[in-house]
């Protein structure tokens, strides 16, 4: 089964502008992690943050995790047109060998 | 370092018929996982592997499908008979660490 619930289902934005995606998760988890997918490819890992952790961050990628809420949000500063992708919060509940379970995912378009 | 290897990278067959996909994880990665994305959602995992032991496949359909990881290496996915529903991206992704993961490609099942 899904874990992760991901907000918006799609959001189109112009370059330049910021991204916000939202991730709500139902079960205790040991780290959350975001990855990326561009159409027709594999996923790529974009950022990990653990559960005793509140905020991350990596270039423009900014991520935050409220344990007490089971959501977490990334932030995409100063979008790029490259940006456009799949967005998907995956998450390794404790019962289940530390397997990822994913949302499904935000698709982010932007536009020059 | 050479990532995850998958082949076929696309597949069309007919309802019934049987299909093989393979992986070939990075190198000293012990843990193996295969996922199915079905268009427009997040991958669910199918199994995990840990060397060439099964850790999770409760999600898999077994009365169709099979997973084997001979020696701990290299792995391959069957359906056998395939359904139309079973149309998906297989993805296969291995983890040293149980926390990154590094994902193919994937393979584009089209079931006809």
């Known amino acids: 089964s899904q874990q992760g619930e991901e907000d918006p289902q799609a959001l189109s934005i112009q370059e330049g502008e910021n991204a916000t995606m939202n991730c709500s998760y139902k079960?205790?988890?040991?780290?959350l992690q975001w990855y990326r997918q561009n159409s027709g490819r594999g996923l790529v890992h974009l950022i990990l943050?653990?559960?005793?952790?509140r905020e991350k961050h990596s270039g423009r990628l900014r991520v935050t995790l409220d344990t007490s809420k089971k959501s977490s949000s990334l932030l995409i500063t100063a979008s790029r047109a490259a940006d456009t992708a799949s967005y998907f919060c995956a998450t390794d509940a404790l019962n289940s060998g530390y397997a990822l379970n994913f949302g499904k995912g935000t698709s982010l378009l932007v536009t020059p | 370092e050479a990532g995850v290897a998958q082949s076929p990278r696309y597949k069309i067959i007919e309802k019934r018929q049987s299909v093989a996909f393979w992986c070939n994880p990075i190198s000293g990665h012990a843990t193996l996982y295969w996922y199915q994305q079905i268009l427009g959602q997040g991958p669910k995992l199918l199994i995990q592997f840990q060397n060439n032991g099964v850790v999770d496949d409760s999600q898999l359909p077994k009365d169709r499908f099979s997973a084997e990881r001979l020696k701990g290496v290299d792995s391959t996915l069957k359906i056998q008979p395939a359904k139309l529903e079973d149309s998906a991206v297989y993805l296969c992704?291995?983890?040293?660490?149980?926390?990154?993961?590094?994902f193919g490609s994937g393979t584009r099942l089209t079931v006809v």
């Open positions: 079960t205790s988890i040991n780290n």
């Open positions: 992704a291995s983890s040293l660490d149980l926390e990154l993961y590094t």
């Open positions: 943050i653990r559960s005793n952790e």
